[in-house]
């Protein structure tokens, strides 16, 4: 076997980074231990042409051009074995088993196996562009570098919730305003005598504007989403009544919601593989963080410092957690019972500011209706936008004031960093969510008169027609109204807040300057996030184009907050683990998405569509379409989707997952006795270490004595 290289501290640079040794004695000396090292060996594995860290930037760019212009002929040698590759373990295996494969494939010179030679190394070339073409890719690794993990997971989020968000652009403009275009376009306009249903019984519908329209009502309109954009594709009263196009419509939204959960899925399994091991205290010892978490393929002095600084945050949540810990270990019975009561206290606190928040809510939603009729409200228009606003305001604010309170309470329940953490977003979500499904149980209690079918003003549609004559689309201009209110609430407590904050502070020496710089807030910019997503779930089966707009707001919001970060914000204080951003905020977002179908799942069927706009008026539930279209089938697709629906192939179905469940419950069990096993043979192991250390030890004190 050829012996590994030495390594020369002198022909890497200068090694004013290692700590110089003690003094002159007999031994090797310190540096010259640490450089004997695997982790330092590990160097060698860098490859040929690599500079040495803190070079500069325009000379790693100039050799990585270099190295790209050699790419094909790297190509074509033979790539190096797996140990020598600077690859976690997993990595390694899968190029171990792709090389075998790649061997057996130039063995057999059959032309099906170079064929799939071929093909796997065409997928290997376009993930690895896939990648590369991630947007924002290095001013994410900026962020975390200077500001931690917790901060770059809000704006990884962001990232993945905006992808989400133009995938189902693409499909609403895809199954819902392309075949409105190719059919011709919206043939007639809602109103009584137009031939669209039973107009007579229903009231009449008519959006546009009777009189000459000034600029200040464009510009409500514009805000509120009445007047031309009542009558336009961004709401679902536009499209008209077609079989084809309603049958797209809906498959839109369901399109959409699987896309959504099964991304958010793919995106939690890691997460959740971390939490579980970061609870476990598998990957929070210390030991894991010195020895294992430096990547010696680094260049350059820039990356060098991220992830210093990265490491840096990593140890200091874990001191601080350990901290915590320990002072919940020695507290007494009456100290215990002290920090219990301060708990149940302050839920108590919590409960009540909540029930407040959403009467506030409630009366807001449910009052809007009855001050839009009174005199004043109808003769001055920026006070009748003032009322159409009344329930966004009030959620708006309600968000922006109690995340703060919830914060300021945390702290004094005794939690470690990561449980306060969790807790404040716990509250946070709540709230968002909450107060979202308050507005729209006003919303339906206003629809269906409370639910109460025999109500005089429901009973001869199945809704309330008099006051909402098109509810899809009143629910749409809420769902739109919520979105741009929010952006609108953001940018104000940007360039009015914290902007002129940073300025006026920068001009004050000493304490008051400090003022000026802010830490970012990751737990309630990230429920702000999945607020605003959950809006949009909500929102775009009644407002089709909402999550276009939806689009446009992150893309902004990125570079928004990215600015206000770099510009305004310091590193936090005290930050959180990773495995909290990476497996907790996506399970939130999740029950975004579980909460958001329930309004819209209700909606499509059991409350009856409007019979004067929309592509299902006429009929007696949304869901009715997809019966009829189904009956227009060929006989065999019509006897296979029925066939679906029946127990002959819902038991099997069933037995089949359960049996599947239970193995994997199995196989879960036998995992982790094994897991446990091994671990307990690693701390025997230790302690067999320990013991034959101190016995060396008393042997040589015994040999020196004589």
């Known amino acids: 076997m050829e012996d590994s290289p030495a390594w020369d501290p002198e022909g890497w640079g200068s090694s004013r980074g290692w700590p110089a040794p003690r003094g002159a004695g007999a031994g090797p000396s310190l540096s010259s231990v640490l450089n004997e090292l695997p982790s330092a060996a590990s160097l060698r594995y860098r ?15 100039r050799e990585r051009s270099t190295q790209a212009l050699t790419e094909t002929e790297e190509d074509l040698q033979e790539p190096p074995p797996s140990r020598e590759l600077p690859w976690p373990m997993q990595a390694r295996r899968a190029h171990r088993r792709s090389h075998a494969r790649d061997q057996m494939a130039r063995g057999s ?16 070339k376009i993930r690895e562009g896939l990648h590369t073409l991630k947007p924002w890719e290095w001013t994410l690794k900026r962020i975390g570098g200077q500001f931690g993990v917790g901060t770059e997971s809000y704006f990884l989020l ?9 995938l189902a652009s693409v499909l609403k403009v895809c199954m819902t305003l392309l075949p409105t275009w190719l059919d011709g376009g919206p043939t007639d306009t809602p109103g009584p ?49 077609r079989p084809r196009l309603a049958v797209t419509y809906l498959c839109s939204t369901f399109v959409i919601g699987l896309l959504s959960l099964l991304l958010i899925l793919h995106r939690s399994v890691p997460g959740l593989k971390q939490t579980l091991l970061a609870e476990s205290g598998v990957l929070t010892s210390y030991s894991h963080r010195v020895f294992s978490a430096w990547d010696f393929g680094l260049c350059g002095d820039v990356h060098v410092q991220l992830r210093r600084r990265l490491i840096r945050f990593e140890l200091q949540v874990e001191l601080e957690e350990a901290d915590v810990r320990r002072r919940a ?48 409200v109808t003769q001055m228009p920026l006070l009748e936008l003032g009322v159409d606003y009344l329930p966004p305001i009030f959620i708006s604010g309600v968000n922006l004031v109690l995340p703060p309170v919830f914060k300021l309470l945390a702290p004094l329940e005794g939690y470690t960093r990561s449980h306060q953490i969790v807790l404040i977003l716990l509250r946070t979500v709540f709230l968002r969510l909450a107060s979202l499904l308050v507005l729209l149980f006003s919303l339906w209690k206003q629809i269906t008169c409370g639910g109460n079918a025999e109500d005089e003003a429901c009973k001869p549609c199945g809704y309330n027609y008099k006051d909402l004559p098109c509810w899809e689309t009143r629910l749409g201009q809420e769902m739109y109204k919520l979105l741009l209110f929010d952006l ?10 914290q902007f002129p904050r940073k300025k006026l502070c920068g001009l004050c020496p000493g304490a008051l300057g400090r003022l000026g710089t802010q830490e970012f807030q990751v737990p309630d910019e990230v429920l702000g996030l999945i607020y605003a997503q959950t809006v949009v779930w909500v929102g775009s089966f009644f407002c089709p184009l909402l999550p ?3 689009t446009a707001k992150f893309l902004l919001l990125f570079y928004l907050k990215k600015l206000v970060l770099f510009s305004t914000c310091s590193p936090a204080s005290r930050t959180f683990r990773a495995s909290t951003a990476n497996f907790f905020f996506p399970m939130v977002l999740l029950l975004g998405l579980a909460i958001s179908a329930v309004p819209v799942l209700y909606s499509i069927f059991l409350i009856p569509p409007s019979k004067l706009c929309g592509p299902f008026r006429g009929k007696l539930s949304i869901w009715a379409q997809i ?37 994997t419950l199995a196989l879960a069990n036998s995992y982790g006795r094994l897991i446990s096993e091994l671990k307990r043979q690693i701390e025997t192991e230790a302690q067999n270490k320990i013991f034959l250390a101190q016995r060396a030890v008393a042997l040589s004190s015994a040999n020196g004595a004589l």
């Open 47 to 61: 490859g040929p042409g690599v500079l040495p860290w803190g070079a500069l930037e325009e000379d790693e760019v």
């Open 109 to 124: 010179r059959s032309k099906l196996a170079n064929w799939a030679l071929l093909l796997r190394r065409s997928k290997e």
């Open 158 to 166: 962001l990232r993945f919730l905006l992808f989400l968000n133009v």
């Open 193 to 241: 005598g137009n031939g669209t249903g039973p107009s007579l019984p229903c009231g009449s519908y008519n959006p546009h504007p009777q009189s000459l329209i000034t600029f200040p009502s464009q510009l409500f309109n514009l805000l509120s989403g009445e007047g031309f954009l009542e009558w336009s594709p961004l709401f679902y009263g536009f499209y008209p009544p």
């Open 329 to 376: 270990a020695v507290r007494t019975l009456g100290q215990q019972a002290r920090v219990w009561s301060v708990r149940v206290l302050l839920n108590l606190l919590v409960a009540a500011l909540l029930g407040a928040a959403f009467y506030g809510i409630y009366w807001a939603t449910v009052s809007t209706v009855e001050l839009k009729k009174g005199p004043p």
């Open 488 to 497: 609108l609430t953001g940018l104000a407590v940007m360039l009015l807040i």
């Open 548 to 550: 276009l707009l939806n």
């Open 627 to 663: 019966p009829e279209f189904i009956s227009r089938l060929p006989q065999t697709a019509q006897n296979f989707l029925f066939f679906l629906g029946t127990q002959a192939f819902a038991v099997p179905l069933l037995l089949i997952s359960s049996i599947l469940m239970v193995y």
